[in-house]
Nanobody, 114 residues
């Protein structure tokens, strides 16, 4: 059974930080690379950061140097540390495997605004 539960979003001022968490079911976490995606209003969902089973990260150009993805195998949780946030980072953030499963979690809203 596929389960994905994102948390940690909120309202933050430009330049601020947030840490997102995603609890994933074993059927996904133990087998697949994982990733964070986001969808801003009126835009398509995009991959923000990914991490392989062995912990190798990759990032979209727009977040390189600001975001850090990590995974905790004991907790089956994926994290996204977001620093130096910008208004254009405002979106609903989702985690999923990479490539994504058709079933998505509810996401967590991140709003960057002064």
């Amino acid at each position: 059974q596929v389960q994905l539960a994102e948390s940690g979003g909120g309202l933050v001022q430009p330049g601020g930080s947030l840490r997102l968490s995603c609890a994933a079911s074993a059927s996904i976490f133990r087998i697949y690379n994982m990733a964070w995606y986001r969808q801003a209003p009126g835009k398509q969902r995009e991959l923000v950061a990914g991490i392989t089973l062995v912990g190798r990260p990759n990032y979209a150009d727009s977040v390189k140097g600001r975001f850090t993805i990590s995974r905790d195998s004991a907790k089956m949780t994926v994290y996204l540390q977001m620093n130096s946030l910008k208004p254009e980072d405002t979106a609903v953030y989702y985690c999923n495997r990479d490539p994504p499963h058709q079933r998505w979690g509810q996401g967590t809203q991140v709003t960057v605004s002064s």
